[in-house]
């Protein structure tokens, strides 16, 4: 058993002995989940990749703001609107050309679930061989802590206030891994930096798996400033996320999902609004709806796990 957990241990290790592309002064707040994600993805997808991203907190880092924010990868900067178009344009460049490169779209969730929606969802359906990576720290975090549709609802953000009036957010948020799922991407799944084995085995899947056609990866990222989270405290979100089923780890090969964590007895959503201030203000009855809605959306992904459970034993049957 000992031997075992040194094994798994060492298998994640040893991606942090490959080559740093990032350098040490980067621009990401203190505590942001962003920079170990962006410094993790190349180790485990190794050199031949190249990060296509839009406005957003990544860009400091990823288009270079001074002196000592860099990396060594290449980088291609996109609009808003068109990274899923213009990732399609490099992928088929580099197809016709003979190139050996993966092209990792890296996106936030404003960019993926409102102002660069239709544009995933094209090179999705044409089955391009993406990496599409959204790394889900719901809102707009690099203009302000605005919402997006990926904010909860009840969530209190710059536009969402909370008041005599506000109460946050209104609305409860755009389910984009089920959205993406009735795609039927070749490959899917969710991620976080809590479950580190699991991510780096995701990343592989995605590296081997975009040979064939389009990877969606969702990434949960909590953002210590927005959220106003202690700044050493976003891996544990990350892991009360997962432990709470708000955000489950799972994968789907052609649109068939399989939860890759089992969480034998969830905890209640409270133990993960208590570690962030920007659910302070939710009452009782707010709670109870929010259990509610994490409850709904994790027996309807439980379902289309069993439906393709049972699919999977007829064919094998028949
Ligand atoms: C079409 C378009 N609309 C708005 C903006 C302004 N803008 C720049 S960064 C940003 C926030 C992006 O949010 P998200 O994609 O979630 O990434 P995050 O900032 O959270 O990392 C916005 C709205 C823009 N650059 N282009
Ligand atoms: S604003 Fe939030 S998401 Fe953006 S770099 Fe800072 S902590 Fe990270």
Redesign the pocket.
């Known amino acids: 058993m000992v031997e075992k957990a040194t094994k798994k241990k060492n298998r994640v290790f040893d991606y942090f002995c490959t080559e740093e592309k990032f350098s040490g002064g980067v621009a990401w707040c203190a505590g942001c989940p ?1 920079e170990l994600t962006a410094r993790f993805i190349p180790k485990v997808l190794g050199d031949k990749m190249v990060f296509v991203g ?6 400091p880092v990823l288009h270079g703001q001074n002196l000592g924010s860099w990396h060594k990868l290449p980088y291609l900067a996109c ?3 068109g990274v899923g178009s213009s990732a399609t344009g490099l992928t088929r460049y580099y197809q016709k050309a003979g190139i050996d490169a993966t092209v990792v779209c890296f ?6 679930s409102d ?2 929606f239709q544009v995933l969802s094209g090179a999705a359906e044409r089955n391009e061989k993406i990496i599409y990576i959204t ?1 889900d ?1 719901e ?5 302000g802590n ?1 919402r ?1 549709s ?1 904010t909860q609802k009840g969530a209190l953000t710059t536009t969402t206030p909370v008041g005599k009036i506000g109460k946050g957010k209104p609305t409860i948020s755009k389910n984009l891994t089920m959205l993406m799922l009735m795609h039927r991407p070749r490959y899917m799944a969710t991620a976080t930096l809590s479950h580190l084995e699991d991510f780096a085995k995701k990343l592989q899947k995605a590296k081997e798996m975009v040979k064939e056609g389009f990877v969606y990866l969702h990434v949960f990222s909590p ?1 210590p400033v927005g959220w106003r989270i202690d700044s050493n405290l976003s891996i544990e979100v990350c892991r009360t996320a997962v432990r709470t089923n708000y955000f489950p780890l799972w994968e789907a090969y052609d649109g068939k999902p399989r939860i890759t964590v089992e969480v034998a007895a969830p905890k209640p959503i409270t133990d993960f609004t208590k570690l962030m201030r920007k659910f302070s203000h939710l009452k009782e009855n707010d709670i109870a709806a929010f259990q509610a809605e994490v409850d709904r959306r994790f027996a309807l992904l439980k379902t289309l796990c069993d439906a393709a459970k049972a699919e999977e034993k007829t064919t094998v049957q028949s």
């Not at 996106?107 to 993926?112: A, L």
């Not at 809102?139 to 203009?143: E, K, V």
């Open positions: 962003l839009t406005p957003s907190c990544s860009a609009v808003m609107t996106n936030g969730d404003g960019c993926s102002i660069g790394y720290n809102g707009y975090m690099n203009t605005q997006s990926s953002c």
